[in-house]
């Protein structure tokens, strides 16, 4: 699976969108990309994936350029109980032995009131 | 649907001792993992099963064992505790579409004095 980089922290006021950027320039074709979250050592939250086109669910919108070597993850009005781990993952689509999400250390969001 | 069900929630073993942490699902899910987090770091995955009776290591398997008897049940046995197994251990669970998302429990933390 394609390795990604997050930035390790992030800030962002109450009320304001939360952009949190990710960068995987050695995605393949058949790589989705997925994003986690994890609330203080709570278990991981799935929030939203996608392949090529942006994608929207009711907690955030998935923007993914159209070279598809990054991602932004955005949170449209950022509350106190966003506060997280943000993990963003690319995996192969498919079932079989190969599926598993490898996790790195994510970006830190921190919503300030 | 009580979802990932992760027991016991917190443990605290003695060096040598083993013991076994237990997950249930009731979401008929196929595929299910068991991950590790150290302190600061991204999760990382010990074993995981595709169904019953199927099962097969992840990155770091090395002083666990699983068994998957049943779709429901996925417990990982420690034998032998070390330090080096103090973690916080969550179970996961998903369908095995190609982009099932995967539902985790609350955890399970582990110290070995």
């Known amino acids: 699976d394609a390795k990604t980089t997050q930035p390790t922290s992030m800030d962002c006021a109450e009320g304001r969108a939360a952009n949190l950027p990710c960068n995987h320039s050695t995605i393949s074709g058949n790589e989705y990309v997925y994003w986690y979250r994890q609330i203080h050592s709570q278990g991981p939250q799935y929030i939203i994936h996608g392949l090529k086109n942006n994608e929207t669910n009711e907690m955030a919108s998935l923007i993914i350029t159209e070279d598809r070597k990054s991602s932004t993850l955005i949170l449209p009005h950022a509350t106190l109980r966003d506060t997280a781990v943000y993990y963003c993952?690319?995996?192969?689509?498919?079932?079989?032995?190969?599926?598993?999400?490898?996790f790195g250390k994510g970006t830190l969001l921190t919503v300030n009131p | 649907n009580a979802g990932v069900t992760q027991t016991p929630k917190f443990r605290i073993l003695k060096i040598g001792q083993s013991m076994t942490l237990q997950c249930t699902q009731d979401m008929n899910h196929n595929y299910m993992y068991w991950y590790r987090q150290d302190p600061g770091m991204g999760l990382k995955l010990i074993y995981y099963s595709v169904g019953a009776g199927i099962t097969d290591k992840g990155e770091v398997p090395n002083g666990y064992n699983v068994s998957r008897s049943t779709t429901e049940d996925f417990p990982l046995r420690l034998e032998l505790a070390a330090p080096s197994q103090t973690s916080v251990y969550f179970c996961?669970?998903?369908?095995?579409?190609?982009?099932?998302?995967?539902?985790f429990g609350e955890g399970s933390r582990l110290t070995v004095l």
């Open positions: 996961a669970s998903s369908f095995w579409t190609a982009t099932g998302e995967l539902f």
């Open positions: 993952i690319v995996r192969v689509a498919g079932g079989g032995s190969n599926y598993k999400l490898t």
